[in-house]
């Protein structure tokens, strides 16, 4: 019987494995490296297709009381100009509220917000006519503090809701009033993080071809191409089946695509629609900037209760997300900041309030890490802060609290396994030598003025899947052609992440005991099975089940054919390097002749790999219940040094640690840590959307907007410190990898020039600026 769940496990506990736990290059890396790929723009034809751009609100607030595109329409070149009445199906692409317009109707809700499009065969008319159109609004008050926007019943973003909370959360464990009167010290600070722009190499791109059958094909940039055929099926009113995605190479996402990749979609998809000819959308890295949604702005009000030897007692945490003009996925990420509130720490009594609050700015999305790099900067602030006040060493306090298998988190789930976070962080402080350099720093800082040194620790978690109890699930399809070649079909894109080109690659590869180039994946198409979202960190730890699942299923019919072929049990069978043959012998069969063979005795070679995954209820009312199939833990160690003339931090050297199942393909995973890492330096030191008071952000270009460069990366990035705590439903064990890194890097960077300067630091960026405004300020 071909039992998932036994064909998963099989696999996890096989006795060693061939490619599995190997570096492996990716497929596609001298395509790349050539500049041979090909992004969605690379298929875009001048003059045979039409170029669209899009018309952005002017205002942040404001009633729309006409459009007039009348001499927009008048120039060569200009085929149309469409706004919402030209919507034939419905207005409505919210994801998580149905709340948020394709193109701006009754109202604008923030500056940059899509008004209108305007399509021609001439670039330069095309740009000419978007200025023509004239949109003329009745102003209205912008709110753009999610302070003020929470208590404001006169200025409301969305008048039909009556206030501006979006959505709310909440977890109630135990009883914290009687955890905080247990305490011997409460700490109590409120925690501030900002926006972050995604800056992706490649902006938001989609290009809409009609056919003949009746269907538009779409070469889109989404991450989830099943969802951008959902969302643009609606806004043209069609069946799904009348929409075709297909994602070349994503030139970066990081969450972004995955908010608005459907949307660019389906706007491109409108024009081709309403015009029956080919339809290119792209945005300028200006337009990105404005109208894409940004990492969420947070406040964080956060209360701890300790016990006098380091024992955590309670918490009570309000967290604010500035969720901008719609909800867009804000509730989903506000959900994961709240149940991750604790951090990898077991808490006994928690109480946790959270808030999407509404304001005229461009909305928050999906972005790496989710909503938990900021509370995992609130909590891990704490801890330091704790230690601190308490004497004890940050990583002894810290291995005191964190969740060990048997542990309930605060939302009331018990860990049974997986749970390698303290033998991790153990491992790490002890490979690192963590005691002496702190030592170390300390006795350099006696000896220097102006420059001064940190070391700081940021321990995460990071559930893995869809939160609470919301369906997930993988799905693959795999076929054998009769010369031995195998082909997988996968929903899972390729962004500059990799998975597709090698994990799955190697997952296949190892099932099967073909040599990797035998295996080719076609990624990223609707034409494939519905994997679910590249996204979460899921790629590989949930969107590869499938792929195993399918490709054991193909192993197995071939065990049982190849064990009459050779007259052996399939249990002596070796699958390996393309032969198969019978263990202890030199009896052999090449794998081409096998599948050769097989398909001339009707043996079925292909296969679709489906797993639903298994999860438990949870009740949203208090956050109690099944938060995540499993975690994925991370920590970081950072050491800098603070120039204390100029307020400019450098990050000297990281030291990574990771508890995240089985490492598929290490040379993919430091890729992908040492990526993290770059990344959180730029949001920790350097960048900041700056928003003018009229809603506006005045920073939307790469001049003005900071990204760190080469220069900015630390001078040593040493080999991460693995624990192999595996998932017992992952291919291989494997669990997710792409978002740890990222996220205790705010906090262990924030500890670390805490230590150095001896200034407890609540709020980023820290640039120069905000360096020199705490060095100046008191305690």
């Known amino acids: ?5 036994r064909l998963i496990d099989r696999w996890l506990s096989a006795r060693g494995y061939i490619v599995v736990g190997k570096s492996v290059s990716r497929s596609d890396s001298l395509e790349k490296a050539l500049g041979s790929a090909r992004f969605v723009e690379d298929y875009f034809e001048y003059g045979r297709m039409l170029f669209v751009k899009q018309v952005l609100s002017s205002v942040a607030h404001g009633v729309i009381e006409s459009i007039d595109y009348s001499r927009a329409t008048r120039i060569g070149g200009v085929v149309g100009v469409y706004t919402y009445r030209d919507i034939p199906g419905e207005n409505q692409v919210g994801y998580a509220l149905p709340d948020q317009p394709l193109l701006a109707e009754g109202k604008a809700r923030y500056h940059g917000e899509p008004v209108a499009l ?70 109590e600070n409120t925690y ?21 059958e009746g269907r538009i094909n779409i070469l889109s940039c989404a991450q989830y191409p099943h969802l951008a055929q959902r969302i643009t099926a609606r806004v043209l009113g069609v069946p799904a089946s009348r929409i075709r995605i297909i994602t070349p190479y994503i030139g970066g996402a990081f969450g972004g695509k995955d908010d608005e990749g459907p949307l660019v979609a389906a706007k491109a998809a409108l024009v ?13 890295r200006e337009e990105s900037i404005r109208v894409h949604p940004k990492r969420e702005a947070t406040v964080i009000e956060y209360k701890t209760g300790v016990s006098s030897d380091g024992y955590l007692k309670a918490i009570k945490v309000r967290i604010i997300h500035d969720t901008g003009a719609y909800a867009n996925r804000g509730p989903f990420i506000l959900w994961r900041a709240t149940v991750h509130a604790s951090g990898p720490y ?36 704490q801890m330091d802060e704790i230690a601190r006040k308490l004497g004890i060493d940050p990583v002894e306090l810290r291995l005191k609290n964190l969740l060990r298998p048997g542990m309930e988190t605060i939302t009331g789930q018990k860990l049974e396994e997986s749970v390698g976070v303290a033998d991790m962080v153990d491992k790490l402080a002890r490979t690192m030598d963590w005691w002496r350099i702190r030592r170390e720093v300390e006795d350099w800082n006696r000896g220097s003025k102006r420059f001064k040194r940190g070391l700081g620790i940021g321990v995460a978690w990071h559930g893995i899947s869809t939160s609470r109890g919301v369906p997930d699930w993988s799905n693959a399809y795999i076929k054998i052609d009769r010369d031995g070649s195998v082909t997988v079909y996968t929903g899972i894109v390729e962004m500059g992440q990799g998975s597709p080109t090698t994990s799955h690659r190697q997952i296949v590869a190892e099932v099967l005991g073909v040599p990797l180039d035998y295996v080719n994946i076609v990624f990223g198409s609707g034409d494939a099975p519905d994997t679910g979202a590249t996204h979460a960190s899921r790629g590989t730890s949930i969107g590869a089940i499938g792929v195993l699942v ?15 072929l050779l007259n052996a049990s399939p249990d002596k069978l070796v699958f390996r390097d393309g032969l198969v043959c019978v263990e202890g012998s030199r009896k052999c069969v090449s794998w081409r002749e096998l599948v050769s063979k097989a398909y001339d005795h009707g043996v079925e070679l292909s296969a679709t790999g489906y797993f639903f995954l298994p999860k438990g209820s949870f009740d949203n009312e208090v956050g109690q219940g099944y938060a995540y199939p499993a975690y994925s833990f991370v920590a970081v160690a950072v050491l800098v040094e603070v120039d ?14 990771l508890a995240a199942g089985r490492i598929i393909n290490p040379q993919q995973v430091e890729g992908q840590i040492e990526g993290a890492i770059a990344q959180g330096i730029g949001y920790v030191l350097m960048e900041e959307l700056r928003f003018s008071s009229d809603g506006s952000i005045v920073n939307a270009d790469l001049t003005d907007y900071v990204l760190p460069t080469i220069a900015d990366t630390p001078e040593a990035i040493e080999k991460p410190v693995y624990v192999e705590d595996l998932f017992r439903y992952g291919p291989f064990g494997a669990k997710g990898v792409g978002e740890m890194a990222f996220i205790p890097i705010p906090a262990a960077i924030a500890n670390a020039v805490s230590h150095a300067l001896g200034k407890p630091v609540v709020s980023l960026p820290l640039t120069p600026e905000n360096v020199l405004k705490l060095i100046e300020g008191g305690d």
């Open 550 to 564: 399918a490709a054991a299923k193909i192993r197995e019919r071939l065990e049982r054919f190849a064990a009459d």
């Open 192 to 212: 501030r993080t900002h926006h972050q722009e995604h800056a992706y190499l490649e902006p938001e791109a989609a290009l809409a071809i009609p056919d003949n």
């Open 272 to 284: 081709a629609y309403l015009t029956g000819r080919p339809a290119f959308l792209m945005y300028s």
């Open 1 to 5: 019987m071909e039992d998932p769940y």
């Open 346 to 381: 077991y808490v006994p009594n928690a109480w946790v309030d959270g808030y999407c609050v509404y304001t005229n700015k461009v909305p928050q999305g999906s972005f790496r890490g989710f909503g938990n790099p900021s509370i995992q900067f609130a909590v891990e602030r």
């Open 118 to 187: 305007v399509a021609g065969y001439d670039i330069d008319a095309v740009y000419k006519a978007v200025e023509e159109v004239v949109v003329e609004y009745r102003r209205l008050p912008a709110i753009l503090d999610p302070l003020e926007a929470l208590e404001n019943r006169e200025v409301l973003v969305h008048d039909e809701i009556g206030s501006n909370i979006a959505f709310r959360t909440r977890v109630r464990r135990g009883d914290v009033e009687k955890g905080f009167s247990e305490s011997d010290l409460v700490v």
């Open 644 to 657: 204390t003339w100029t307020g400019r931090v450098r990050v000297l050297r990281v030291w990574p640690g």
